[in-house]
Structure formats: structure tokens, C-alpha cells
């Protein structure tokens, strides 16, 4: 299937690894000029060379705060100037600190809003007059299944995640009029860092090795196994490409079949 990415400019935040890396190098593999950014300025330069080696695409590595207004501001202008303007927007963060209720302060909270809930406003904010210019684009957000079904212990990612979730829905209504679609992805569980981080906190609170905690997991999931960033990527690239034109407003989970609502 030809996705008609080539030529696009992408804009992947999060992207120095998992699941945001995950979807620059589909990006770039499908011929999109991908305009990455990530907290930490080696491991974003890094993560620029190493996709452009993989797929001899061109890739631009930038430093970014998603909870910074002035630092999206600015990989927004590099990315234009770069690149001439931009099509394709994916929404990412890392997720906020995990824990329950009595674990938090209000500056835990303010601090899991400026990352997650006003990185997506501002993101978006900031790309809507090139798409415009544009006469369209695609703006997918990252989240997780926890937006469906809340996990205990990642309070503030529940709460923030469902935000953007509702966000991205709203601006599909609204957006739609002048050709910009709008999409959310859910991950479930994806062999990423953050996940083995989440995996190592558990087994450290019931006392287990690692891998016990991961087969408890793993015999949750349906299809049996944790999922890849490859898998990720592909559907992400899919939804912002040409080929899925007529899809916009949904909400796709990328869990194995773990969700168990229907909708």
C-alpha cells in the first residue's frame, strides 16, 4: 500500500526512543521528513543519526521541554525553517511520575498538566498555521489504554491521558472543516523502556524476579506477548497518512486485545 508520506514533513515528539522513535523511523522509512525532539540533546542527536543511517531518511534532531512553551515554540520555527512547514504532528510525552492519590502534591499535579495535558494544547497551537497554510495535516496523540481502563498506580497518567484523549476528539469536530485529521493512539503494553521501568517497580513491591511480573502480564494479553515499536509505528504512520484520508476523531488501541470494553 503506498501511504503517500513521501515529502511530508513530520514533527515526533518523545522520540529519542520507545514509542516515539518507534514512529519516526516508520515515518522515515516511508519517505517523510521527520523533525524529532527529546529532553536530552545526545540522546536526541543520537536518535537522529541512527534513523538516518536505518532508513536514508532525512531527520532533524532537536531539543525540546514538552512542558516548556518557549522550547515547542522553538523546534516548531527549526522545523519550518528546515523544512518549509509542517503536515504531520505526532502528540508524545513521558509519562509523569507513577503512584497513587496520597503520593502527590499539587505540584506533582501542576508539573503532570504543563507535560502532558498544555505539551498537547501548545503542540497543536503551534503547528495549526502551517497546516492551514497547508490546506490540511494529520495530528495523531499518544496516550494509553489507561484512558480506557485506569491502571491503579499511574494516577496522574490516567487523568492527564484522558485530557488529551478528550482534546483530540474535540479538535477532530472542529478541525475537520479544513482538512485536518486528528487521531489517538493507545498503547498498551509495549516493550519499551518505561514499560520495564513499570514492570521493575512492581516486581520491587511484591519482592518477585522481573520475570514473573512480566508472564503475570503477559497472560492478560490476549495475543500473549508484549508489543514491539515497530508495531506501534506502523499503525501511527497509517493513521497519518493519505491512505487513511476518511479516518479522524478515533480512538485505537494498540494492546494486544488487552482492553476489554467495547468500545
Given at each position: 500500500m503506498?501511504?503517500?508520506?513521501?515529502?511530508?514533513v513530520?514533527?515526533?515528539?518523545?522520540?529519542?526512543?520507545?514509542?516515539g522513535?518507534g514512529?519516526?523511523?516508520?515515518?522515515?522509512?516511508?519517505?517523510?521528513?521527520?523533525?524529532?525532539g527529546?529532553r536530552t540533546?545526545s540522546?536526541?542527536?543520537d536518535a537522529?543519526?541512527?534513523?538516518?543511517?536505518?532508513?536514508?531518511?532525512?531527520?532533524?534532531?532537536?531539543?525540546?521541554?514538552?512542558?516548556?512553551?518557549?522550547?515547542i515554540?522553538?523546534w516548531?520555527?527549526?522545523?519550518?525553517?528546515?523544512f518549509?512547514g509542517?503536515?504531520?504532528?505526532v502528540?508524545?510525552?513521558?509519562?509523569?511520575?507513577?503512584?497513587?492519590?496520597?503520593?502527590?502534591a499539587?505540584?506533582?499535579?501542576?508539573?503532570?498538566?504543563?507535560?502532558t495535558?498544555?505539551?498537547?494544547?501548545?503542540?497543536?497551537?503551534?503547528?495549526?498555521p502551517s497546516m492551514?497554510?497547508?490546506?490540511?495535516?494529520?495530528i495523531?496523540?499518544?496516550?494509553?489504554?489507561?484512558?480506557k481502563?485506569?491502571?491503579?498506580?499511574?494516577?496522574?497518567?490516567?487523568?492527564?491521558r484522558?485530557?488529551?484523549?478528550?482534546?483530540?476528539?474535540?479538535?477532530?469536530?472542529?478541525?475537520?472543516?479544513?482538512n485536518?485529521r486528528v487521531n489517538?493512539?493507545?498503547?498498551g503494553?509495549?516493550?519499551?523502556?518505561?514499560v520495564?521501568?513499570?514492570?521493575?517497580?512492581?516486581?520491587?513491591?511484591r519482592?518477585?524476579?522481573?520475570?514473573?511480573?512480566?508472564a503475570a502480564?503477559?497472560?492478560?494479553i490476549?495475543?500473549g506477548?508484549?508489543?514491539?515499536?515497530?508495531?506501534?509505528?506502523?499503525?501511527?504512520?497509517f493513521?497519518?497518512?493519505?491512505?487513511?484520508?476518511?479516518?479522524t476523531?478515533?480512538?485505537i488501541?494498540?494492546?494486544?486485545?488487552?482492553i476489554r470494553?467495547?468500545?
Amino acid at each position: 500500500m503506498e501511504l503517500g508520506l513521501r515529502g511530508k514533513v513530520a514533527m515526533v515528539a518523545a522520540s529519542s526512543r520507545g514509542l516515539g522513535f518507534g514512529i519516526a523511523r516508520e515515518l522515515s522509512r516511508e519517505g517523510a521528513l521527520v523533525s524529532i525532539g527529546s529532553r536530552t540533546e545526545s540522546e536526541i542527536f543520537d536518535a537522529a543519526g541512527a534513523l538516518a543511517e536505518e532508513t536514508g531518511g532525512e531527520v532533524l534532531p532537536n531539543v525540546l521541554d514538552a512542558s516548556d512553551p518557549d522550547s515547542i515554540a522553538q523546534w516548531v520555527e527549526n522545523t519550518v525553517q528546515a523544512f518549509g512547514g509542517v503536515d504531520l504532528l505526532v502528540v508524545n510525552a513521558g509519562g509523569p511520575p507513577a503512584g497513587k492519590f496520597d503520593d502527590f502534591a499539587d505540584t506533582d499535579w501542576q508539573a503532570a498538566f504543563e507535560l502532558t495535558l498544555m505539551g498537547a494544547v501548545r503542540m497543536i497551537r503551534a503547528v495549526l498555521p502551517s497546516m492551514r497554510e497547508a490546506g490540511g495535516g494529520a495530528i495523531l496523540a499518544v496516550t494509553s489504554i489507561a484512558v480506557k481502563e485506569p491502571i491503579d498506580t499511574l494516577l496522574l497518567s490516567n487523568v492527564m491521558r484522558s485530557g488529551v484523549t478528550s482534546l483530540a476528539k474535540s479538535l477532530s469536530l472542529q478541525l475537520a472543516p479544513e482538512n485536518i485529521r486528528v487521531n489517538n493512539l493507545m498503547p498498551g503494553r509495549i516493550d519499551t523502556d518505561r514499560v520495564l521501568a513499570l514492570d521493575q517497580m512492581a516486581a520491587d513491591a511484591r519482592e518477585v524476579p522481573l520475570a514473573e511480573v512480566r508472564a503475570a502480564n503477559e497472560t492478560g494479553i490476549p495475543l500473549g506477548r508484549y508489543g514491539t515499536t515497530e508495531e506501534f509505528g506502523r499503525l501511527a504512520a497509517f493513521l497519518l497518512s493519505d491512505a487513511a484520508s476518511y479516518i479522524t476523531g478515533q480512538t485505537i488501541g494498540v494492546d494486544g486485545g488487552s482492553i476489554r470494553t467495547v468500545w
